[in-house]
Nanobody, 122 residues
């Protein structure tokens, strides 16, 4: 059973920080690019950050550069999203996903977590 399980979402105020975690099955984690997507009501699912298997390449959406940081701990089969300086427009359901290579299209990612809600108030 392939599993991706997110945690760490919740309520925050503008300027606050939150850290999201995603733990994956060992086989999936070791063979996949890991990404964080988000989807706000009425909007398309958007790639926020992604990291390659070895961590040698990282993608950040322009909207989060300088504020969000992705990292992965291969020993723990876990990928993290550190979100700083949160803004109300960061409000969305955040999904952890695994795919074959680093790219932005959601359809290219094969496995998804259940999502965790992040709500940022002004």
């Amino acid at each position: 059973q392939v599993q991706l399980v997110e945690s760490g979402g919740g309520l925050a105020q503008a300027g606050d920080s939150l850290t999201l975690s995603c733990t994956a099955s060992g086989r999936l984690f070791s063979s996949s690019v890991m990404g964080w997507f988000r989807q706000a009501p009425g909007k398309e699912r958007e790639l926020v950050v992604a990291i390659t298997r070895s961590g040698d390449r990282i993608y950040y959406a322009d909207s989060v550069k300088g504020r969000f940081t992705i990292s992965r701990d291969n020993a723990k089969n876990t990928v993290y999203l550190q979100m700083n300086s949160l803004k109300p427009e960061d409000t969305a359901v955040y999904y952890c996903a695994a795919g074959p290579d680093l790219q932005s299209a959601a359809v290219k990612y094969n496995y998804w977590g259940q999502g965790t809600q992040v709500t940022v108030s002004s």
